[in-house]
């Protein structure tokens, strides 16, 4: 008798300690961070155009078994639409990483959205990589930007980051 109530006694804390866990995963970090970027053309990445500011203010969610959000504010200079629009929620993928930027308002009685385009970060916004259209919308203009970096060697180092992270996450969806 006493083996089955000490059995089930490490059963309920293994339970217990499990729930605790996943409840805590749910807790959003607060980030504020302002970085120094590089942006470049995609078709020049080794020329880097300007250096801006990157700032996010908000929280970020990293719950267990599900996708990564980021809730807040992303501004960037030069790209006026990210100060004067809200940034939607990014869910970054579980399966990449990756997440959709889009800023979004209410002007005359309508809905305006805008795609900037895609954006990864590593862990808790220690680095950040958009990929997308130039402040002026044009399709034509494919740009990244990178941070923190301020020459090209430094956002070609982030680059090699987010690729090794990218391959390692298909290595382990296939596997």
Not at 88 to 113: P, Q, R
Not at 121 to 143: C, F, M, T
């Amino acid at each position: 008798m006493k083996k089955n109530s000490k059995r089930i006694l490490i059963l309920l804390s293994a339970i217990l300690l499990g729930v605790i866990i996943l409840l805590v995963s749910f807790l959003p970090k607060n980030i504020d961070i302002s970085y120094i970027a590089a942006q470049y053309n995609s078709d020049e990445p080794h020329i880097v155009q300007r250096n801006l500011t990157i700032t996010m203010k908000g929280k970020l969610y990293r719950p267990l078994f599900l996708d990564t959000r980021y809730e807040g504010s992303c501004v960037i200079e030069g790209y006026d639409i990210t100060k004067e629009y809200d940034l939607d929620d990014i869910i970054f993928s579980h399966t990449n990483g990756i997440g959709n930027i889009t800023y979004s308002t209410i002007k005359d009685d309508s809905e305006k959205t805008w795609h900037l385009g895609n954006v990864w970060i590593k862990d808790d916004v220690d680095a950040i990589l958009i990929w997308g259209l130039a402040p002026s919308g044009n399709p034509e203009e494919r740009v990244r930007i990178v941070a923190p970096a301020v020459t090209s060697e430094e956002a070609e180092e982030i680059m090699d980051i987010w690729r090794n992270d990218v391959t390692i996450t298909k290595k382990k969806k296939i596997r």
